[in-house]
C-alpha cells in the first residue's frame, strides 16, 4: 500500500483508492473520501478522479478490503491485558501443563506481591479435574496465586492468598478444594487485583487496546462493576482512552439501579449505562447458570442472584432515569427471570417506553422460544460471543457434558434470534474468549449446531453495526456518508457472498447479486490480515512494513 505523504491532523481529507469498500451505498465501490472524522463519499475509481488533487492525501489501497472497524460488544479490558501480558493457561492441555507454567511464571516474577493468570479449562483436560490447592501451594512456591476458570466465574487459589482475606472461609461459594464460586470468588478476586500496581493497570490496559486495534477493532464496550473490577480500574481505563489514540471505549458499571440518584452516580463515571456483567446468574462451566432442571453432571440447577422482581426493579429505575438497563443471564431459569422482570416494567411504564432505551442482555445463551419472543417484544438486544460455541459446543464439547446433548442443541440460536428481529451485538468477553473479531464471524457462520447459522454478512453487521446500535447509535458503523470514519484495511482473497444455505452459495460470487461481498470465512481458509485501523479519521494502527 502507498500514500502521498501528509501531516497526521484530525481535519485533514483523505481520498482512499485501487481497493473493495464495503458498502450499502454502492456494492462496487472502489474509493471512499474522508473529512473532518467522517465518511464524506464512496463510490467508483472513475469518479475518485473528481477528488484527486482537492485532498491532502491520496491512499492507494493497491486492492485491499476496507470495511468498517469491528465493535466488540463484551470486553474485560484490563483483565484481557493482564492475560496478555501474564500467565496464560488457556494452551495447557493436561494438568501437568498447567501447573508447569505457574511454576515458571512464579519464578519470572519474584516481584509481584500476588501471582494473576487466567484460562485455565478442566473440561479440556483428559484429568477432567483443576488444580488442588495443595499443587498450586507448591507450584507457585507459597505465593498468592489468583487462577480464575476460562468463564471467570469461579477459580482456584493458593493458601497464601486466602490468608489475605479474612473470614473467606465463611463466605457463600467457599470449598475447602474445590474452586471459589459467588461471594468468596469475589472476595478473593478483590484482594488479587488490589494487588496491581496502577503501573501494572496500564501496561495492561494498553497492551488490550492495542491488541484490539490491531485486529481492526475501533470500539469496545468495556463491561465493568463491582463484582469484577473496582471504579479505580473503570475510571482509569476511560481517562486512558480519551487521552490515547486507539480504540474507543464504551463503559458500562454492572451495579443495580434504585433510584434517580443511583442512575447520576453511574454517569457520574462515565457509565453509559447500568448493564453487562450484572448477574442475573453465572456460566455452565462452573455449573453457576441458572437452569429449569439440573445439569446433567452436576445434581443442583446452579445459582440464582437475581429474580424477576430484582430485574423489573432495575429495568423501571433505569427507564426512568433515561438510562440503558442490562444483565448478564446464560441459563434457561435466568433468561426466563429477565423476559418475566422486563415484562413487569413495561407494564409498569409502558411498552413503548421499555423499547426505547434499548435494554440489552448478555451471553443470552440457552434461550427458548418464548424467550426469543419476549426479547423481541421488548427491543432487548442480546449482546452475544460466538466463540463460546466454537469453544464449547458440539456433540461432545462441555455445553454436552454439561446438559445432555439435546438441550446443549438449543444454545446460542442466532438464526432464530434473527428471524424474530431482535438486534444482535458480536463480542469476545475476552479474555473468555480472545479477541478475534473475523474468527467470531466463522463462528456464527458455521456454528456447530446447523440450524443456529446466519450468512456471513449478518454475522459481519452483528459485530459492526450491532455494536454501535447496542449503544443507542443507528448512524454509525456502516461506511456511508455521514457515517464517522471508524474503519479497517485488509489483505484478503478473494471476495464472496457467504449464507448458511450451500443452495445460495454457489451462486454467491456471482456480481450481478448486487450485494458486497466479504472474505471468505469457510473453516481452514486463512483469515483476513488487518494492515490499518482507523478511528475516527485517525490510524490508530498500522502494520509494519506494508
Known amino acids: 500500500m502507498t500514500e502521498s505523504a501528509a501531516p497526521q491532523s484530525e481535519h485533514r481529507t483523505v481520498l482512499l483508492r485501487g481497493g473493495e469498500v464495503h458498502s450499502p451505498a454502492d456494492p462496487f465501490a472502489t474509493a471512499m473520501v474522508v473529512e473532518r472524522g467522517h465518511i464524506a463519499w464512496v463510490g467508483s475509481e472513475g469518479a475518485a478522479d473528481a477528488f484527486a488533487t482537492g485532498v491532502d492525501e491520496v491512499i492507494d489501497l493497491e486492492g485491499a478490503l476496507v470495511t468498517p472497524a469491528f465493535t466488540d460488544a463484551h470486553v474485560h479490558t484490563t483483565a484481557t491485558g493482564l492475560a496478555l501480558t501474564g500467565l496464560d493457561l488457556s494452551g495447557a492441555r493436561i494438568l501437568a501443563d498447567a501447573l508447569r507454567l505457574v511454576r515458571e511464571h512464579s519464578a519470572a516474577h519474584p516481584a509481584d506481591k500476588v501471582l494473576l493468570g487466567h484460562g485455565w479449562d478442566a473440561a479440556r483436560w483428559p484429568e477432567q479435574r483443576p ?71 496500564t501496561a495492561a490496559q494498553r497492551a488490550a487496546l492495542a491488541r484490539a486495534a490491531s485486529l481492526g477493532i475501533g470500539t469496545v464496550h468495556e463491561c465493568a462493576g463491582p463484582d469484577i473490577s473496582d471504579e479505580d480500574d473503570f475510571t482509569s481505563l476511560l481517562a486512558l482512552a480519551e487521552a490515547e489514540a486507539g480504540p474507543r471505549v464504551v463503559g458500562y458499571w454492572a451495579e443495580r ?27 455452565l462451566g462452573s455449573h453457576t447458570a441458572c437452569l429449569h432442571a439440573p445439569y446433567a453432571d452436576a445434581g443442583h440447577t446452579g445459582t440464582a442472584h437475581l429474580d424477576a422482581a ?31 422482570g422486563v415484562r413487569a416494567a413495561a407494564g409498569t411504564l409502558g411498552l413503548g417506553r421499555v423499547r426505547a432505551a434499548r435494554h440489552r442482555v448478555e451471553h443470552a445463551e440457552m434461550l427458548t422460544p418464548e424467550t426469543i419472543a419476549a426479547f423481541a417484544d421488548f427491543g ?30 438449543t444454545l446460542n440460536p442466532y438464526a432464530a434470534l434473527l428471524r424474530a428481529g431482535v438486534p444482535l451485538a458480536f463480542g469476545s468477553d475476552s479474555p473468555v474468549t480472545p ?13 456447530r449446531t446447523p440450524e443456529h447459522r446466519v450468512s456471513v454478512r449478518a454475522a459481519f453487521t452483528a459485530h459492526t453495526r450491532g455494536g454501535w446500535r447496542a449503544v443507542g447509535r443507528d448512524d454509525a458503523g456502516v461506511l456511508v456518508p455521514g457515517a464517522p470514519a471508524d474503519y479497517a484495511l485488509w489483505r484478503t482473497e478473494e471476495l464472496v457472498v457467504q449464507a448458511p444455505d450451500d443452495r445460495v452459495a454457489r451462486w454467491s460470487t456471482d456480481p450481478r447479486s448486487g450485494t458486497p461481498g466479504l472474505p471468505d470465512l469457510t473453516p481452514g481458509a486463512e483469515l483476513p490480515v488487518c494492515l490499518r485501523t482507523v478511528v475516527f479519521g485517525q490510524t490508530v494502527f498500522e502494520r509494519p512494513n506494508e
Open 435 to 447: 479477541l478475534d473479531p473475523w474468527g467470531t464471524v466463522r463462528a456464527a457462520a458455521f456454528h
Open 310 to 340: 430484582g430485574v423489573a426493579a432495575h429495568v423501571t429505575a433505569c427507564t426512568e432515569a433515561g438510562l440503558q438497563a442490562g444483565f448478564h443471564a446464560i441459563g434457561d431459569a435466568a433468561l426466563t427471570a429477565v423476559a418475566e
Open 380 to 409: 432487548l438486544t442480546a449482546s452475544v460471543q460466538p466463540a463460546f460455541d466454537a469453544a464449547w459446543g458440539g456433540e461432545d464439547g462441555m455445553y454436552a457434558q454439561r446438559l445432555g446433548a439435546d438441550r446443549a442443541r
Open 257 to 283: 439501579v434504585a433510584n434517580a440518584k443511583d442512575a447520576r452516580r453511574i454517569r457520574e463515571l462515565g457509565a453509559i449505562g447500568a448493564a453487562g456483567d450484572l448477574f442475573v446468574d453465572g456460566s
Open 131 to 201: 488444580p488442588s490447592r495443595a499443587e498450586l501451594d507448591e507450584a507457585a512456591g507459597g505465593r498468592p496465586l489468583y487462577l480464575p476458570r476460562i468463564d471467570v466465574h469461579s477459580a482456584v487459589v493458593t493458601t497464601a492468598l486466602l490468608d489475605l482475606v479474612p473470614g473467606v472461609t465463611g463466605l457463600t461459594g467457599y470449598h475447602p478444594d474445590a474452586p471459589l464460586t459467588a461471594a468468596a470468588h469475589h472476595a478473593v478476586r478483590a484482594a488479587a487485583h488490589g494487588a496491581i500496581t496502577p503501573e501494572q493497570r
